[in-house]
């Protein structure tokens, strides 16, 4: 993954530089990265890192690369590549140096030099002001990203089993970033430092995605809520002393609140593991109230864990 990256620099870097439109072989003598491979390995590799390049905003030209206008060339003009002054005024890019310094990825603060690009900040003093860690590593996301982006399928281990996933994009919540995808026909959310043993495949275009399907929609959702088959009315009955946070982790879906403080809630699930350690995890003052056989499920899974 990091060749890829630094080859995609490298490229971008050298029609930035170039002084006329460069060819496709100009490019593959110049470019580090491309050397030694097969013609058709190079016009893939070529067409693929240009479509990314594209994707991503970068407005890469065909122009003749010779006087006889018989060869394409490439180019990327600079000043189309340069973004707008957006002109911000001395509390703006305060507000914006801020925001780099507390926000980061894996740990790792941001450095100063796009900052200063947008006109600098107002120099500070003192230590560095409290971040929010993003969490997880930046290789590893960019990885997750391509195969998202090329829709590469993803082989891991989650929780004991080995898993392929077609990932349809990657979301962060709560302090955590989720990869969302398909598993054998069923929506999906993992949790990204849970997983280990991550492979890319190296198919591109190696699945369909799913029309409707979100990562936006699949975080708001609950584990269990997500499944092939048809879904099982589940009613659950918590304490009150447990019933607040139960209501808030439920987002508001309307329950029955009795006389003595606690709540009732029926609930659609559609992956009834995932649904029984939810429930558990609010230990005794969460019982199912229907039905039975989801209760002796329940118990079947306290016993298991008490032996």
Do not use: C
């Amino acid at each position: 993954m990091r060749n890829v990256i630094e080859r995609v620099l490298n490229l971008l870097a050298f029609l930035l530089t170039t002084t006329k439109p460069a060819t496709a072989d100009e490019i593959r003598r110049t470019v580090a990265g491309y050397g030694g491979e097969s013609d058709e390995a190079f016009r893939r590799m070529f067409e693929r890192d240009k479509d990314l390049l594209r994707r991503l905003g970068i407005p890469i030209k065909t122009a003749p690369a010779d006087r006889w206008q018989l060869e394409p060339g490439y180019v990327v003009s600079a000043d189309e590549y340069r973004i707008p002054d957006p002109e911000l005024d001395d509390e703006e890019r305060a507000a914006l140096w801020l925001a780099a310094q507390v926000v980061r990825i894996g740990g790792q603060p941001q450095g100063p030099d796009a900052i200063l690009k947008l006109g600098g900040a107002r120099t500070t003093t003192g230590v560095e002001p409290v971040g929010a860690d993003l969490g997880a590593d930046a290789d590893l996301l960019a990885s997750l990203y391509v195969a998202t982006t090329e829709r590469r399928l993803i082989d891991f281990t989650y929780r004991d089993r080995r898993r392929s996933l077609a990932p349809h994009g990657l979301g962060h919540r709560n302090g955590h970033w989720y990869v969302v995808g398909v598993e054998a026909d069923s929506e999906r959310v993992y949790r990204i430092d849970r997983m280990t043993g991550i492979t890319v495949g190296d198919e591109e275009h190696a699945f369909e995605r799913t029309p409707g399907l979100t990562v936006r929609g699949a975080l708001a959702r609950h584990p269990w809520e997500t499944g092939a088959g048809a879904a099982t009315t589940v009613t659950v009955r918590f304490d009150a002393d447990v019933a607040w946070w139960a209501e808030r982790r439920l987002e508001g879906r309307a329950g029955i609140r009795h006389t003595d403080g606690s709540v009732e809630v029926a609930l659609e699930v559609n992956h009834l593991d995932a649904f029984l350690g939810w429930v558990l995890s609010f230990g005794e003052h969460a019982q199912v109230v229907d039905p039975p056989a989801v209760r002796d499920a329940l118990v079947r899974r306290v016993e298991a864990v008490a032996v």
